[in-house]
């Protein structure tokens, strides 16, 4: 069956570091993968999505790639804030939509 | 626009008992799906609705079931609740004429429910 695995433990990082997120899974061939930050007590809001196509894309200080042969995608957040921290989840879209359980990221001032 | 709102946000119910969850979609959103989120599964699709039809089905016993009216809003239903449905359940929306899948979800804040 497909799985998807991310970052299991809480990821710690100082502020202005950058934080690398990790997305790997298998049994499965995504068309396309996103990513969503959420904040407790709230919904997942989205963040970015990247294609089978695309190796990477960028959005102001996230960047997000894709390696279909690894079966890995990567997110980045550089010059990291404390306002980033949150639990931050991947998803694969292609004939239905699997979330991956999050990864906690917290960062300190 | 206003978001995905979605009444109750909390709940507390028994074991056997049934609960309805609602969801408004952000104005103009055709495309209603569900969502449960737990510590354990994470988040798992449950259904997806456009214009008033069942699109896509997850993975979760006949006693899930939903619906959606001729102006987008849509509800979820839970007959004959078990402690395993406690969760948190979410609704997202999107415009819905290129399929759920290809879309950006937008989620409402949750329904968190728990069943003693």
């Known amino acids: 069956s497909q799985k998807i695995e991310q970052n299991s433990e809480a990821l710690n990082i100082q502020e202005g570091k950058t934080a690398t997120l990790t997305c790997n899974y298998t049994?499965?061939?995504?068309?396309?993968l996103q990513w969503y930050r959420q904040d407790p007590g709230r919904g997942p809001v989205f963040l970015l999505l990247?294609?089978?196509?695309?190796k990477e894309k960028r959005k102001e200080r996230l960047k997000v790639t894709f390696d279909t042969t690894l079966k890995q995608s990567l997110f980045h957040i550089t010059a990291s804030q404390p306002a980033d921290s949150a639990t931050y989840l991947c998803a694969l879209v292609g004939n239905k939509l699997i979330f991956g359980t999050g990864t906690l990221l917290a960062v300190q001032p | 626009k206003a978001g995905v709102t979605q009444t109750p946000r909390y709940l507390i119910k028994t074991r056997g008992q049934q609960v309805t969850l609602s969801c408004s979609p952000i104005s103009g959103h055709r495309s209603v799906s569900w969502y449960q989120q737990t510590p354990g599964q994470g988040l798992q699709f449950l259904f997806e609705y456009f214009s008033e039809t069942q699109r896509n089905k997850g993975n979760f016993p006949g006693r899930f079931s939903g619906r959606q009216f001729s102006n987008s809003r849509s509800e979820m239903n839970v007959s004959t609740l078990e402690l395993g449905d406690s969760a948190l359940y979410l609704c997202a929306s999107s415009g819905g004429g290129t399929g759920l899948l290809q879309e950006t979800q937008y989620f409402g804040p949750g329904t968190r429910l728990l069943v003693l």
């Open positions: 990247i294609r089978e196509n695309e």
């Open positions: 049994n499965y061939s995504p068309a396309y």
